[in-house]
């Protein structure tokens, strides 16, 4: 299977706790992107890389947030001092950087108690 | 400010007839549209896409239109059948001087009835 995949599926967390969620994107896809999506809404941008590089960040990532993608390869999303507002589907995507189409993963569902 | 709006929240037809679905956008940076299926507890699944330099793209039983002076796309599927049921999503993309973001509407649901 060559598609996106994302660890954990589901995650409960008590408030302040951290959270880490993983991303494996397509093998030969350079570019990878984290959405966040709530009850409702559609997928909403939170940051991309290109390669091991972090182009762009949304205003939606606080300061409590941090990803990463050391290699190029798969990425993490970290949430510090998790908040109730913070539950959510967080959803990974990934793409060539010669096409615009995105392929999504499963999301990793994120509930804060 | 939603850039991208589906007005539809859902939708309803009957197997073998013609789904559409509608969009509407506010920027006109964005050049590249794309819609997406969601089932239940999985992620987007891209189904069709259009750039601005076209108005209509086809890929088997979907089709998806663009009105770049009205700033709205419909997808259309024919006909239609109860796997189609799932939110479908549109999206745009600003492609030149950006990162291709994809900006997504709030979705519609299709349901497809036997």
């Known amino acids: 299977d060559t598609g996106v995949s994302q660890d954990p599926r589901h995650k409960i967390t008590k408030r302040g706790q951290n959270v880490t969620f993983r991303c494996d994107p397509i093998?030969?896809?350079?570019?990878l992107y984290w959405y966040r999506q709530t009850l409702g809404q559609g997928p909403e941008f939170l940051t991309y890389f290109q390669n091991e590089a972090q182009l762009e960040k949304s205003r939606l990532l606080s300061d409590r947030f941090s990803a990463e993608r050391p290699k190029g390869s798969f990425s993490t999303l970290e949430i510090q001092r998790t908040e109730q507002g913070d539950s959510a589907m967080y959803l990974c995507?990934?793409?060539?950087?010669?096409?615009?189409?995105?392929?999504f993963g499963p999301g990793t569902r994120l509930t804060v108690t | 400010d939603q850039q991208v709006k589906q007005n539809s929240p859902s939708l309803s037809v009957q197997e073998g007839r013609i789904s559409i679905l509608n969009c509407d956008y506010t920027?006109?940076?964005?050049?590249?549209f794309l819609w997406y299926k969601k089932y239940p507890a999985e992620g987007p699944t891209f189904l069709i896409s259009i750039s601005s330099i076209k108005d209509k793209n086809e890929d088997g039983r979907f089709t998806v239109f663009l009105n770049k002076s009205a700033k709205h796309l419909s997808l259309h599927i024919v006909p239609s059948q109860p796997g189609d049921s799932a939110v479908y999503f549109c999206a745009a993309a600003r492609t030149q001087g950006g990162s291709e973001k994809l900006v997504f509407g709030k979705g519609t649901k299709l349901t497809v009835n036997p």
């Open positions: 995507a990934s793409s060539l950087s010669v096409q615009y189409e995105q392929y």
């Open positions: 093998s030969e896809h350079n570019r």
């Open positions: 920027n006109s940076m964005f050049d590249y």
